[in-house]
């Protein structure tokens, strides 16, 4: 059974036939890209002519987002900008603490049952003067139900006095840099780290491992693949237990899964040996729409925490270096168990010091169990400089950089984390394409909106939040741009093969648009109407889920 779609315009990412205006389709699978009457030769067709008005490019692959963006939304979103949930509708930004607290409170009144917690998430003080929220502000929500709020950055969250009380930590005396205290000797309500975060969570509606999302949520993260015209996404830190790895056989094995989950087993939690070994078994599990088998190591923390790993001269506000998440012995146990077992690790490096000691460790690495293909890729890695670029190429390795960071922090790091030079260079897509390393762009969805037109407008454009240009020279052309969140990020996927591109035998994965892309303007790109998605030949309309 053949079907072509015929479209306005097909672009194809395929340098042999760049554009075209139909393509046929056959078991999920593409079966030739061209004019009708070519695809004609096939033998006989059903003609779709839905998408005649309407642009297609390859299903858009993001590289690295989190799957517990889903999760979130059953939460109330607390976030300064505004944000689409998986129903499609616009949450407005709140602006203000004061803001913050109203809707709260609006929610608090939906809740029938007295005790049950309410939590909201994406608080960001940064752009509210960096004023704090205390138990105080959210006792205005409720004194007898648990309220908290998770930040941004997920590495802190507010909580109301009642929640402390749950969780015994309303207590005088208590010495840890985790919970500030106030003038009373009485915690703020602050929790800063998820080691202090996590005896309160259950008290607070975050029960669950935050990394992992659970079925709903999984549902809801694909409805927002649909609506952003994404059709291969990855889960970068999952738990992937017993019960985990059931749930989502079975959600993504249902006909009406609309998206190919990429699941990264988190690298805490078991020694390296076991890691490998455990992964490797997974990968065995994988089904088209779940792939299995990569690992996902963080080697430091946030800029805009203070807690990346930096190397001289260090934070220009001039903040003690950050924090290590892994040890240089473990990293490079990691790294030789896994080239040997030829699984794929993705690291994150927030800072340079970061960058370097992956780079330091793959090449030693290497020595013992070279390998022709590994990609291994550098997530994040937002400050490195070109001298580790050309490492990068050398070395064979990939990176997927956070564009979108630019604009949400790029005012903050121009102005207090690392400087004006450094801030001009980050995430430095320019430099990344012109060593030759293979490179795509991300979201980081939940830290910032899954979609990967806005992210390659905020590659293309390198405009802050303010407005402001920030790193000419690092500005990428829409093309790049477009390569980096369709072949590009298949490729660090070890997926182009089988998704990025719209060409005979690949995965029938098309984001279905209002607009063209290529002609619409660099400064529109993330304007860009997305009309749903097409994967593995089933159509899914964002205005139908
Ligand atoms: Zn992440």
């Given at each position: 059974m053949?079907?072509?779609?015929?479209?306005?315009?097909i672009?194809?990412?395929?340098?042999?036939?760049?554009?075209a205006t139909?393509?046929a389709?056959?078991?999920?699978r593409?079966?030739?890209?061209?004019?009708l009457?070519?695809?004609a030769?096939?033998?006989?067709?059903?003609?779709?002519g839905?998408?005649?008005?309407k642009v297609l490019?390859?299903?858009l692959?993001e590289?690295?987002?989190h799957?517990?963006?889903g999760?979130?939304?059953?939460?109330?979103?607390c976030?300064f900008f505004?944000?689409?949930?998986p129903?499609?509708k616009?949450?407005?930004g709140?602006?203000?603490?004061?803001a913050v607290?109203?809707?709260?409170?609006e929610?608090?009144t939906?809740?029938a049952d007295?005790?049950?917690?309410?939590?909201?998430?994406q608080l960001?003080p940064?752009?509210m003067?960096?004023?704090?929220?205390?138990?105080h502000?959210?006792?205005?929500?409720s004194c007898?139900?648990?309220v908290?709020?998770l930040h941004a950055?997920?590495?802190?969250m507010?909580?109301?006095?009642?929640a402390?009380?749950?969780s015994?930590?309303?207590?005088?005396g208590l010495?840890?840099?985790?919970?500030?205290l106030?003038?009373?000797?009485?915690p703020?309500?602050e929790l800063?780290s998820p080691?202090v975060?996590?005896?309160?969570?259950?008290?607070?509606?975050f029960?669950r491992?935050?990394t992992?999302?659970?079925?709903?949520?999984?549902?809801a993260f694909?409805?927002l693949?649909?609506?952003t015209?994404?059709?291969?996404?990855?889960d970068?830190?999952?738990?992937?237990?017993?019960d985990g790895?059931?749930?989502?056989?079975?959600?993504t094995?249902?006909?009406?899964?609309?998206a190919r989950?990429v699941p990264?087993?988190?690298?805490?939690?078991?020694?390296?040996?076991e890691l490998?070994?455990?992964v490797?078994?997974?990968a065995?599990?994988?089904?088209d729409?779940?792939?299995?088998?990569k690992?996902?190591?963080?080697?430091?923390g946030?800029?805009?925490?203070f807690?990346?790993?930096?190397r001289w001269?260090g934070?220009?506000n001039?903040?003690?270096?950050g924090?290590w998440y892994?040890?240089?012995?473990?990293l490079a146990?990691?790294?030789?168990?896994?080239?040997?077992?030829?699984?794929?690790?993705h690291?994150?490096t927030n800072?340079d010091?970061?960058?370097?000691l992956a780079?330091?460790?793959?090449?030693?690495a290497l020595l013992?169990?070279?390998?022709?293909?590994?990609?291994f890729?550098?997530?994040?890695?937002?400050?490195?400089d070109?001298?580790q670029?050309?490492?990068?190429?050398?070395?064979?390795?990939?990176?997927?950089l956070f564009?979108?960071?630019?604009?949400?922090?790029?005012d903050?790091h121009?102005r207090?984390?690392?400087?004006?030079?450094?801030?001009t260079r980050m995430?430095?897509?320019h430099?990344?394409l012109?060593s030759?390393v293979?490179?795509a762009i991300h979201?980081?969805a939940p830290?910032?909106?899954l979609?990967p037109?806005?992210t390659a407008w905020?590659a293309v454009?390198?405009?802050?939040a303010?407005?402001?240009?920030q790193g000419?020279a690092?500005?990428i052309s829409?093309a790049?741009a477009l390569?980096?969140v369709t072949?590009?990020a298949?490729?660090?996927?070890?997926l182009?093969?089988e998704v990025?591109s719209i060409?005979v035998g690949k995965k029938?994965?098309f984001a279905?648009?209002?607009d063209?892309?290529?002609?619409i303007g660099g400064?529109?790109l993330?304007?860009?109407r997305?009309?749903g998605?097409?994967q593995?030949?089933?159509?899914?309309?964002?205005?139908?889920?």
């Amino acid at each position: 059974m053949t079907t072509i779609f015929s479209a306005r315009k097909i672009i194809t990412m395929n340098p042999g036939q760049p554009s075209a205006t139909h393509v046929a389709v056959r078991d999920g699978r593409i079966l030739g890209v061209g004019s009708l009457e070519e695809l004609a030769t096939w033998g006989a067709y059903t003609l779709d002519g839905q998408f005649a008005d309407k642009v297609l490019m390859p299903g858009l692959v993001e590289g690295h987002a989190h799957a517990m963006e889903g999760s979130l939304w059953q939460k109330v979103y607390c976030g300064f900008f505004d944000r689409m949930d998986p129903d499609g509708k616009i949450w407005e930004g709140s602006k203000s603490i004061e803001a913050v607290i109203e809707r709260l409170q609006e929610a608090e009144t939906q809740l029938a049952d007295p005790d049950e917690p309410l939590s909201g998430w994406q608080l960001d003080p940064i752009y509210m003067n960096n004023e704090r929220v205390t138990r105080h502000d959210l006792d205005n929500v409720s004194c007898t139900r648990p309220v908290a709020v998770l930040h941004a950055s997920g590495h802190i969250m507010n909580v109301n006095t009642k929640a402390l009380e749950l969780s015994g930590l309303l207590k005088q005396g208590l010495n840890h840099p985790g919970i500030p205290l106030g003038d009373d000797g009485l915690p703020t309500g602050e929790l800063k780290s998820p080691e202090v975060m996590t005896p309160v969570g259950p008290h607070v509606g975050f029960d669950r491992a935050m990394t992992d999302c659970d079925e709903e949520g999984l549902r809801a993260f694909a409805k927002l693949c649909v609506r952003t015209g994404v059709t291969t996404v990855t889960d970068l830190a999952a738990r992937l237990t017993d019960d985990g790895v059931d749930m989502m056989l079975r959600v993504t094995g249902e006909d009406a899964f609309p998206a190919r989950i990429v699941p990264f087993r988190f690298f805490m939690g078991l020694p390296p040996k076991e890691l490998v070994e455990v992964v490797s078994e997974l990968a065995e599990k994988s089904t088209d729409r779940l792939r299995f088998g990569k690992i996902k190591v963080i080697a430091d923390g946030s800029i805009q925490g203070f807690s990346a790993r930096m190397r001289w001269p260090g934070y220009h506000n001039g903040a003690p270096n950050g924090l290590w998440y892994i040890t240089p012995e473990h990293l490079a146990e990691i790294y030789d168990l896994a080239l040997a077992a030829n699984v794929q690790v993705h690291t994150h490096t927030n800072g340079d010091q970061a960058t370097e000691l992956a780079l330091d460790t793959l090449e030693t690495a290497l020595l013992n169990s070279p390998s022709a293909d590994h990609r291994f890729t550098l997530q994040h890695c937002q400050l490195a400089d070109t001298a580790q670029f050309r490492r990068m190429h050398n070395l064979g390795m990939c990176v997927n950089l956070f564009a979108n960071h630019h604009f949400y922090w790029g005012d903050e790091h121009y102005r207090l984390t690392v400087g004006p030079d450094r801030a001009t260079r980050m995430n430095a897509c320019h430099t990344a394409l012109s060593s030759n390393v293979p490179m795509a762009i991300h979201s980081d969805a939940p830290v910032t909106p899954l979609g990967p037109l806005f992210t390659a407008w905020c590659a293309v454009n390198r405009l802050t939040a303010s407005g402001k240009v920030q790193g000419e020279a690092e500005k990428i052309s829409v093309a790049d741009a477009l390569y980096a969140v369709t072949l590009g990020a298949a490729y660090t996927l070890k997926l182009d093969s089988e998704v990025g591109s719209i060409e005979v035998g690949k995965k029938a994965d098309f984001a279905v648009l209002e607009d063209d892309p290529e002609t619409i303007g660099g400064d529109k790109l993330k304007d860009v109407r997305v009309w749903g998605t097409v994967q593995g030949g089933r159509m899914f309309a964002a205005a139908d889920l």
